[in-house]
Structure formats: C-alpha cells, structure tokens
C-alpha cells in the first residue's frame, strides 16, 4: 500500500502545484501600490541616492523611529514593510507574490512535519490537501497575496508565530547542550521577539500560546534547562509586545479610531469568533475533513498518540482562536478588515483540521478500530468518498477560487486597461514637461489587485498650474506628504530662515531631510490641495 499512498501524494501535490499557475502568472504583472511607496521610501532613495549598505540601515531605522513615535508601535511590522522588494527594483516586486503564497503554505507543512517524524508522504499528502483550501479561499487575494504591505502585517507573522510555536514544542528535541543549546535559544528567543512586534493579533495569541507552553512545561517537571528555554522564549515575545505597545504612535493613530472597553472587546471576540467559525464551514471544508480525518487516522496507527482531554485541547483552541479578534476589536472597534480576515482564515482552517483530527484521534483509541483491517477498510472507503464530495465541491465553488479570478483577470480587459495607466503615471512622473492633464483616475481594477490610486513613488506636483519638479513623497502612517525642505526653499527662492526645527516632525529620505508639506506652505504662505483620485498636489503661491 506504500506506493498508493505515494502516489496519492504525489497527485495532491501536483493538483496543489497546478492551482498556483495562475496566481504566479498574474503576479508577474503586479507593482508597489498605496503604503509600500510610504514604507518603502526612505530604502528605495537610499538606494537611488547611491548611500550603499549604511544608508539602507539608517533609512530602515528612520522609518522605524518615525512610525514609532508617529503611528503605530509594531515595530517587527515597520521592518518589513521598509524591505518591500519594490524598494530595490520595480522588477523585483513580483516576488511578494511568492513569498506570501510560502507563508501561507509553509505553516501547514511544518506542523505536520513535526508530526511525522519517520514518513514524510503523509505530510505531502495531508499538507497538499490543506494548503489548496488554505490559498484558494483566502478570503482577500488583493491584500494577501498581491500587496506586501497588507499581506506581510498578517501572513509574514502567522508564518513566524507558527514556526516560533513549532520551535518551543521541539525544544526537548534539540540534541544540542552548552554552547550550541545556547546560540539557538538566542536566536529562538530573537524570532519570539519579532513576532510579539508584529500585528497585535498574532502577538498576542503567540504570547498566551507561548505562556502555555511555560506551564506545562514546569507541570510535567522537564529538565531545568528546556523549563527555562520555555520561559525565555515567552518573556522574549511578551518584550516584544510590550515594546510595541508602549509606542507613543499608538495613541495618535487610535485618536480617530472608536474603541471598546477591554472586557466588552473580549466578549465580543468569541461572539465574532463564533460567527465566523459557522459562516467559514461550507460544504468545501467538510468534504476536506471527511477526505482528510480517515487519512490521518491511517498515518497515526501505531504511532502511540493517545489524544488526551480532547474537551480542553478543543476549548483552549478556541480561546485562542478568538483571541486573534480582541485586539482589533479594542482598537478599532471592528472585528475585520479584509487583510485581518485573511488572518482569521488561516488560523481557522488550524483551528477545524487540528480539532477535527485530534478529536478523531481520540476516539480512534477508545475503539481502537484503525488497527483491525475492518478498520482500515472502513477509513479507506471514508477517504474515497471524501476525496469525491472534495472534488464536486471545488468544481462547484470553482468560480469562487482564487486560481479562478486571477485567471479570469489575466484574461480581462480591465488588466489591460490598468496597466496602462498606470505604465502612463509612472512615464508622467518622470517628466515635468508635459502640461495638465497629467494624471488620471484609475479607471478598473483586476480583482485580485489592491483598489488604490497611489501607484508612483512620488505624487504629481502642479505650482500654479505647471509641473513642478519639487519632491513630495508618500511618507508612512497617518496620510502626511512630506517634501525635501532645502530643495523645496531653492524652488520657491524663499528667503526665510527655516530649518527642521520649526516643524512638528522631519523625515529623511534620500540623506535629505523632509517636513510635511501643508506645514512648509502654511509658513510661505502658499495653499496646498490634494486630490487623492488622481494623487495630483496643487499648490497656489498667489493670492
């Protein structure tokens, strides 16, 4: 029976292969849009600005110390967002697409590579099967697999809070001591750090995951060393949170925000947990489960799991499934937004497929039925009828697939129509010459892309009229234009004295330094308008 599961492993790989072709193919096409050009600034001019290795270190650092005290404190998050490949080339940023379609996958197959430690084909095969649902229904393609910025904040961190996890219940696996022992912790305790500086929800269920761990840990009395292990690692992710929490940009972001008392945003995390767990299993998920439960009984016989207090496993998953929603629902006072709901998603196929197959597991060993060949009988013929209800399901919702919409976008006049468009802005944003109009709105989106009108990494400048060569960037958090302060005075041959302490912030980009826009016309008395439809600035110098 070995080469039939091989081949079944082989065929869910290929069919999970196949479902990508589109995904990456459209991914060819897409570009930096909306906040990967605020984030992304200070690196990319550094880089334009030839200031080599120091002046990509100094800007990632700039937009972390300016975010942090101007926005928001998850500073973990801020990191990436400055390293979004379209900072280095243009042509780089097709990547995101790979990289986010890996941080969806990979978690799935490392949670089950540590599960079989001997055969690695019910990995492929279990693995192959989860991650197509896992990226064929995530809910936002455009912010999750096609925009850095919105996909890094959640996906990049659920694919680190997972293998921190991972990592922490291995610890009494590392056959290292001493020194060795102590230069993974080190680094193990670094990853736990970042991740509690990532999104809020993800920290936070890492650090109440993580602390668990630490009990148990001292609860089951495991050597001194690996107890300790434990509880650095908890202590690294909750710095980490507490770092990012304390940031004084928090306050400012949350100041138009509606929020909600913390014991009312945690009742409403398992109202809304709740709610979403019923409207995410459809007919897809339980064909996957009745595919995917037989399997994993099969691949578990013998292997001397026994699946204790399944009612606490299944309660405490569920704790921490709602956990993901309570920091949103303080903050913002809503549970979602599309990025957040690719989160949600992820952790919800976890959340079904790991109870689904612990709670199976558990009474597998009470009626011991798998390892009689009725038994075997029975679970094969479950995993044949699954992998059917599987496939007329998928056939039925394929219209619903992500594969599907990015084929039809690729297919789509409205692809054509964008990328011209915005092939015309970037040509325009290059050339001061030619008169208005110069910009224009976007007139479509292909569905998978992130529907924004910022798609250059400068905004278009008119003074009185004419195009300007004056530089005004798209700085991060807040919605604020920055400018080049001395060659803004050089344009406008202002001869007041200013510098960057009569502003209430400065930003430097480039190796230059940059102060809000609306404030340096304020001081020279210009007025500044900002039309967002077509990311066009207008600045009137006369009365």
Not at 35 to 43: K, L, N, Q, S, T
Not at 210 to 227: G, K, M, Y
Not at 509 to 529: A, D, S
Request: glycine letters at 10%; a neutral charge; one cysteine or more.
């Amino acid at each position: 029976m070995k080469w039939v599961r091989r081949g079944m492993a082989a065929a869910a790989l290929a069919v999970l292969g196949v479902s990508l072709v589109t995904l990456l193919l459209l991914g060819r096409c897409c570009a930096p849009s909306a906040d990967d050009f605020g984030y992304g600034a200070p690196v990319h001019f550094a880089l334009e600005a030839g200031l080599g290795l120091p002046g990509v270190l100094g800007a990632i650092w700039e937009n972390l110390r300016y975010t942090y005290q101007n926005w928001q404190g998850t500073f973990a998050s801020i990191l990436l967002f400055s390293i979004q490949p379209g900072a280095f080339s243009w042509n780089a940023y097709p990547l995101t697409v790979l990289i986010m379609l890996a941080a969806i996958i990979l978690p799935v197959f490392l949670t089950l590579g540590s599960l079989y430690t001997e055969s690695r084909t019910w990995t492929v095969l279990l693995g192959s099967i989860i991650s197509l649902l896992s990226v064929q229904y995530l809910p936002s393609p455009a912010e999750g697999i096609f925009w850095w910025n919105g996909a890094a904040h959640y996906l990049a961190f659920w694919f680190l809070g997972v293998s921190m996890t991972l990592c922490q219940l291995r610890l009494e696996r590392w056959k290292c001591r001493g020194v060795l022992f102590g230069l993974r912790l080190v680094l193990a305790c670094a990853g736990c750090f970042f991740v509690g500086g990532g999104n809020y929800s993800t920290a936070l269920i890492f650090v109440l995951v993580s602390a668990v761990f630490t009990v148990l840990a001292l609860l089951r009395r495991v050597p001194r060393h690996i107890a300790a292990a434990n509880l650095l690692m908890t202590l690294s992710a909750a710095a980490g949170l507490v770092v990012s929490m304390a940031a004084p940009g928090n306050a400012v972001r949350q100041a138009g925000l509606e929020q909600l008392p913390p014991f009312t945003a945690i009742l409403r995390s398992f109202q809304q947990a709740g709610q979403d767990i019923a409207a995410m299993t459809d007919e897809t998920v339980l064909a996957g489960l009745l595919l995917t439960i037989p399997l994993f009984l099969l691949s578990v016989r013998g292997s001397g799991y026994r699946f204790r207090l399944p009612l606490l496993v299944l309660g405490g998953s569920f704790c921490a499934f709602a956990a993901l929603y309570t920091p949103p629902l303080y903050a913002m006072g809503v549970s979602a937004v599309p990025r957040m709901e690719n989160l949600f998603w992820l952790a919800y196929i976890f959340l079904v497929f790991g109870n689904g197959f612990y709670l199976a597991g558990w009474l597998s060993c009470r009626l011991s039925a798998e390892r009689s060949g009725k038994g075997r009988r029975v679970l094969g013929t479950l995993a044949g009828v699954g992998g059917a209800a599987l496939l007329v399901a998928l056939c039925c919702q394929l219209e619903e697939s992500n594969a599907y919409l990015a084929y039809q976008d690729l297919h789509s006049p409205e692809l054509s129509a964008y990328l011209q468009e915005r092939e015309s802005r970037l040509a325009l944003s290059e050339d001061h010459t030619t008169p208005p109009p110069r910009f224009t709105a976007i007139s479509d989106y292909p569905v998978c892309f992130p529907v924004n009108q910022l798609l250059t990494w400068t905004s278009d400048v008119l003074v009185d009229g004419v195009p300007a060569d004056l530089p005004c960037y798209h700085t991060c958090g807040g919605e604020v234009t920055y400018v080049g302060l001395e060659r803004a005075l050089s344009f406008f041959h202002s001869g007041k004295p200013l510098d960057s302490s009569d502003f209430s912030a400065t930003f430097r980009i480039g190796g230059e330094f940059c102060v809000p826009l609306r404030e340096l016309c304020n001081w020279l008395g210009y007025t500044v308008t900002y039309d967002v439809t077509i990311d066009t600035i207008s600045i009137i110098t006369t009365a």
